[in-house]
């Protein structure tokens, strides 16, 4: 049998930043720089990273680009952190490329995942790719592509022992990549007050470059340039409005520097269309039960999320887990009122959260040893929210009964 891609990385230091690229730096120079052969747009932020990317990417491909996505965390398998033309980078392609890094040993996970989709975009002449950071803004890996257009999506709480504990130190680490990118392009979920800290005086509202409002029946109103257009609300929540209107301000601006022709109001339609996310309160049949999933891993998006809820007719029962870096007893605060019964879980990870301190964040909550035990302690409507693993976790049992 041969070895995984996930087996490669398995044996790779798992630390999530180190304020050093150099090491990554070097090992791409002796490669000739394979970051540099492509165009790329990089998109931080505390949430909504990976749906802003997402419906960038969408949006990008369908004005004819061969396209490529990075992201992180993935969900049920590694490969589909690397995304060319739409679909997850082949198994044998990945592991070839990272077979190239077996001679840099102290490249962590991230970053030898990094290296190689830097590799596989250049090798398959992407037009333009898509990076979303995985922490931070100052040393996450994804800052050596050298970016020409960035994008930040908000500043929250998350990673406070990695990014300090006030926002406005967060806020000074991600705007390192604003800074360092010729286009820079900030959310709507950026509060005024933390743009100095950002210190990038040349980036721009996305809303100074499209409007995108509710418009009922799960459209969406998008106005740019002389242009307006109906489109599918291609991911559910009032805040993906926020990821949407980066998005499209991104694609604009990509268009005015060049990477693409002009953003043509059809295409964007059809890319929204077809988009599909999962784990963004999207819906998926697990032993024959419907379940809504959601990631919601931080306070910032336990709130959202709450939100989201608070304006539903239906009241869902919840599934929660999470990491032991996580705030669970605000997010259990966020999301208690409007739930159901709440059942906590186990997840199979070194960094998960104590069983003990999930059930005393959710007092009277039923305990289970993984997510399948905690499903079948719970009636329907069902939610699972918390933790990208517990999505990913019930994601994978999806797919095996439907392979079975």
Known sequence: MSVTPALILENRPQGRIRPDLDSLRETLAERGDPQRNFPSILIVGTNGKGSTAAMLEAVLREHGLRTALFTSPHLVRVEERIRLHGAPVD?????????RFDNSPDLTYFETLTAAAFNIFSEMQIEVAILEAGMGGSWDATRLAASTVAGLTNV????????????????????R?????????????????????????????????VRCVEAGDDRVLLAWDGCEIYARRALAGSFQLANLELAMALAITASRAGLVAAIEPARVQLALEKLDWPGRLSVHLVEGREV??????????????????????????LVFSCLDDKPVEAMAEALRPLVGDVVVCRLDDDRAMPLERLAAAFPGA???????????????????????RLVGDLLALAESEEVG
Request: overall charge neutral; glycine content about 8%.
């Open 177 to 209: 990549a604003l800074a360092a990118a010729d286009h820079a392009i900030i959310g709507s979920g950026v509060e005024a007050r933390l743009l100095p800290s950002l210190r990038a005086p040349h980036a721009r509202r996305a809303r100074s470059f």
């Open 91 to 99: 198994e044998t392609v990945l592991r070839e490329h990272l077979s």
């Open 366 to 388: 039923g305990t289970a040893m993984d997510p399948r035990s905690a499903l079948e302690q719970v009636d329907d409507p069902v939610l699972a929210a918390g933790s990208v």
């Open 292 to 317: 809504l999933m959601d990631c919601a891993h931080n306070l910032e998006a336990a709130r959202a999320l709450a939100n989201h809820l608070d304006g539903l007719k239906r009241r869902y029962n």
């Open 156 to 175: 929250g709480s998350d990673h406070a022992g990695w990014l300090g504990a006030d926002r406005t130190d967060v806020a000074r680490d991600k705007g």
